[in-house]
Every structure is written in structure tokens, then in C-alpha cells.
């Protein structure tokens, strides 16, 4: 599946974002997907995750109580909505996406490695200023 992130720019901090993730090629209701970020200097991290139909979400310890994410499985699209952003969360962001196993549990871990995800999108800026 392809992925197209956007939506990302500049935002002081406490302010709000909506990332999008638009998929194309495959049935986008079959995949997991999934949004890491990259800071310079650092590793990519996970964020959040989402089950195929949207009934499971995952975050990181990080971002839990300010991100949201969801999608339209009718307009092939992942959200992740940012609020009160902070400084330290200036990083490129990226959609990913690996074809589900159905109703089969893979646990949360799974959805943290990037490494078990397929597909990327190209990742789109966030910068928050202080």
C-alpha cells in the first residue's frame, strides 16, 4: 500500500495538529497501521497504532492523554490528532502500515517496532517552538 503523510508544520507549544495518512493501492481496511516519528540525532519511536477496524489503539507512554488516532476506512485515511504539544515532540512523522491478521491478537509490543510494519509514507514536519 502507498502512504502520503501531511498535515504537519509549525505550532507553538499547547497548541493543536491533525496529522493525515492517505493510502492507496490495497484495501486500506485490511492493514494495521501505525505513526512513528524521528527526531535528529535519534531513532525512530513509536507514537500510536491502530487496529484494521479501528476497535484497538496503542500509544506510547509519551504521548498518552494528548494524541489521538484514528481512521476512515471509507476515505483510505489515518489521522493522528496532536494536543498540547510540547517542544520535545519536533520530529518527522510517519504513517506505516502492515496487512492485519484479522481477529488474531499480535499485543501491543508487536505495534511498537518498526521494524513489523511493510509499507512508510514519506513522513511529514512537526516542529513545536517553546
Known amino acids: 500500500v502507498q502512504l502520503q503523510a501531511s498535515g504537519g508544520g509549525l505550532v507553538q507549544a499547547g497548541g493543536s495538529l491533525r496529522l493525515s495518512c492517505a493510502a492507496s493501492?490495497?484495501?486500506?481496511?485490511?492493514?494495521?497501521m501505525g505513526w512513528f516519528r524521528q527526531a535528529p540525532g535519534k531513532e525512530r519511536e513509536f507514537v500510536a497504532a491502530?487496529?484494521?477496524?479501528?476497535?484497538?489503539?496503542y500509544y506510547a507512554d509519551s504521548v498518552k492523554g494528548r494524541f489521538t488516532v484514528s481512521r476512515d476506512n471509507a476515505k483510505n485515511t489515518l489521522f493522528l490528532r496532536m494536543n498540547s504539544l510540547k517542544p520535545e515532540d519536533t520530529a518527522v512523522y510517519y504513517c506505516?502500515?502492515?496487512?492485519?491478521?484479522?481477529?488474531?491478537?499480535?499485543?501491543?509490543?508487536?505495534?511498537?517496532?518498526?521494524?513489523?510494519?511493510?509499507?512508510w509514507g514519506q513522513g511529514t514536519q512537526v516542529t513545536v517552538s517553546s
Open positions: 493501492g490495497r484495501t486500506f481496511s485490511t492493514y494495521d
Open positions: 491502530i487496529t484494521w477496524r479501528g476497535t484497538t489503539t
Open positions: 506505516a502500515a502492515v496487512p492485519s491478521q484479522g481477529t488474531n491478537y499480535r499485543g501491543s509490543y508487536y505495534y511498537r517496532v518498526a521494524g513489523n510494519y511493510d509499507d
